[in-house]
């Protein structure tokens, strides 16, 4: 992406790239050093692309056409649906594959983080005002307490947020997607026991989740004795 020319009576204007690559979907955006808000690029659908390489590809397309020949790209973070610490970036409902360096090498920059899609999403949470909540189950928020992002999408995704001695939050990312799910009423025994059928060891990730939804509804058709009306959830 510093492959745009730029032109050289103008001071480069330095841009941070912004992905959030998940199962089902590849966002893109940018900030500037002074505005943290984030200005979207493109969303692209993972299955229309059988890499990364085609992913990046497409992004540079489009980033040539949002005219930015001052701006210079000086660092990236994506966030991603897998362990950011391995070598190479591979995710559990996701064919694509890429290191750092190879997109380091891709984009012309060297800054490249790699984090966790939902250690991201928990990055913020110390961040929100009561008007962005909505309170369920009764109870307060107690300040500098602990804090957990959870999010169904693709798969389920977990991070926590902990605060030290002097209130500055840290982030710990986990794969709680992954934990046994345990039912409490009948019901959930009864849909656990249907899915154990079909899929051996039951994780909370095969209910809370896009794919989770069918999952849950395949089996209450089941138990309840009824027809199934559709194959697959209205997007």
């Known amino acids: 992406m510093n492959t745009v020319p730029a032109n050289p009576h103008l001071n480069r204007r330095p841009l941070y790239l912004l992905a959030d690559i ?3 979907n590849a966002r893109f955006a940018f900030v500037e050093r002074d505005n943290p808000l984030p200005q979207p690029i493109a969303t692209y659908a993972v299955e229309e692309f059988p890499s990364f390489d085609g992913v990046l590809d497409q992004l540079e397309a489009d980033w040539l056409e949002l005219q930015q020949q001052d701006a210079v790209l000086e660092g990236a973070c994506l966030a991603v649906a897998a362990i950011p610490e391995q070598r190479e970036i591979s ?4 064919a694509w594959r890429f290191t750092a360096a190879s ?3 891709r984009l012309g920059c060297e800054q ?4 966790n899609d939902f250690a991201a999403v928990a990055r913020a949470l110390p961040a929100l005002t009561a008007d962005h909540l909505e309170a369920i189950g009764g109870g307060e928020a107690v300040p500098h307490k602990p804090m957990v992002a959870i999010g169904p999408g693709t798969g389920t995704g977990v991070a ?3 605060f030290d001695q002097a209130g ?4 710990l990312p986990g794969e709680g997607g ?4 345990a039912p409490i009423t009948d019901i959930e025994a009864k849909i656990l026991s249907r899915l154990r059928a079909q899929f051996g060891r039951v994780s909370i990730e095969r209910l809370l989740c896009g794919a989770g939804i069918m999952n849950i509804y395949r089996a209450l058709s089941e138990i309840r ?3 199934l009306c559709t194959s697959r959830p209205r997007r």
């Open 91 to 94: 995710f559990t409902n996701n």
């Open 22 to 24: 998940g199962g089902t």
């Open 160 to 162: 926590s947020v902990v």
């Open 168 to 171: 500055a939050p840290i982030v």
């Open 178 to 181: 992954h934990v046994d799910f």
């Open 112 to 115: 490249i983080s790699i984090i």
């Open 103 to 105: 997109v380091a090498t």
């Open 225 to 227: 004795d009824m027809p």
